[in-house]
């Protein structure tokens, strides 16, 4: 079931940047977070309500932490898919387990010292391989033919994901002493509201532009949606094999992006970029083994 939850998240996601797209030529990406945030906890309290779920919690902190880097990866995000291809955006918000994987080679080659005979390698070469390959990608999704702007949100996408990689480790930990799913999204969308309003009081407020500003509307159920879809699907994997199944289920996203990108948007992506996606998302799928491995 972990299976369908993280297919079904994929999809609110994706569907969730269609809107967003829409919503950016009218709203900066400080507006579109406050609104996602407000909506979001309406529709977890009256879901922890119904299901008589308490929303106090005894990890203030815990959540405190994970909103504010979710919150920082889901600005980057937004802004990037407000000035790239969908696609594109989609790709580089998913190099978590990239850059997880960085984090350990990297952490590995701090500790290494030359080997002694008879010594096992300190370094796990093949994830080393992954890891420069999926920023090969990178470099030819954010190929020099793009413009200063495209490029500038290309490096914002890039630490979307990085950011998301730390914000996934912190929903697993929180699953793990027993938070509920509608608890941990609920206190990222608050998080979500405080601090896109705090950020509007500084960039400022856009203009009411009419039927538009209903875009909200689908932004924050699909977030919700999505959010608890991928909160199940982590909590419920419990075995090794069932949380790599999970891991490499959220690639699906980039499809369903992919997809979208072209149908509803009319995108054109040279063959450098597919070509950079798919060395993202099999540099990923395999860094997400070998570090399970």
């Excluded at 850059?99 to 080659?109: C, E, M, N, T, Y």
């Excluded at 793009?146 to 697993?172: H, K, N, W």
């Excluded at 994997?237 to 959220?250: D, E, G, K, Y």
Aim: proline share 4%.
């Amino acid at each position: 079931m972990q299976a369908l939850w993280m297919v079904a998240a994929a999809f609110c996601f994706a569907l969730m940047g269609v809107c967003i797209k829409f919503a950016s030529a009218h709203y900066n990406a400080a507006e579109i977070i406050f609104y996602r945030g407000l909506i979001s906890m309406a529709l977890l309290w009256w879901l922890a309500r119904r299901k008589s779920i308490t929303l106090g919690t005894q990890y203030p902190l815990m959540h405190a932490w994970r909103s504010f880097i979710g919150v920082l990866s889901m600005g980057f995000w937004f802004y990037s898919i407000g000035k790239l291809p969908l696609a594109t955006a989609m790709t580089l918000n998913y190099m978590s387990s990239l850059w997880i994987a960085a984090f350990v080679v990297g952490g590995a080659l701090m500790a290494w010292r030359p080997k002694a005979a008879g010594d096992q390698p300190a370094l796990n070469i093949p994830l080393v391989l992954t890891v420069l390959i999926g920023f090969a990608g990178v470099l030819l999704m954010l190929r020099p033919s793009m413009d200063a702007e495209q490029l500038f949100a290309g490096i914002i996408g890039l630490l979307s994901g990085l950011m998301s990689a730390f914000a996934y480790m912190q929903v697993v930990a929180l699953s793990r002493i027993g938070e509920s799913e509608q608890r941990v999204v609920f206190y990222f969308a608050v998080g979500s509201a405080v601090a896109g309003g705090l950020t509007m009081l500084f960039t400022g407020a856009s203009p009411f532009p009419g039927w538009p500003a209903l875009w909200h509307i689908p932004i924050g159920i699909l977030a919700t949606a999505g959010q608890l879809f991928m909160t199940m699907a982590y909590a419920s994997a419990i075995t090794r094999r069932a949380t790599l199944v999970v891991a490499n289920l959220q690639y699906s996203g980039i499809v369903f992006g992919g997809l979208a990108s072209i149908v509803v948007f009319g995108d054109q992506i040279p063959a450098i970029g597919w070509i950079g996606m798919a060395l993202i998302v099999g540099s990923g799928i395999a860094a997400t083994v070998l570090r399970k491995g």
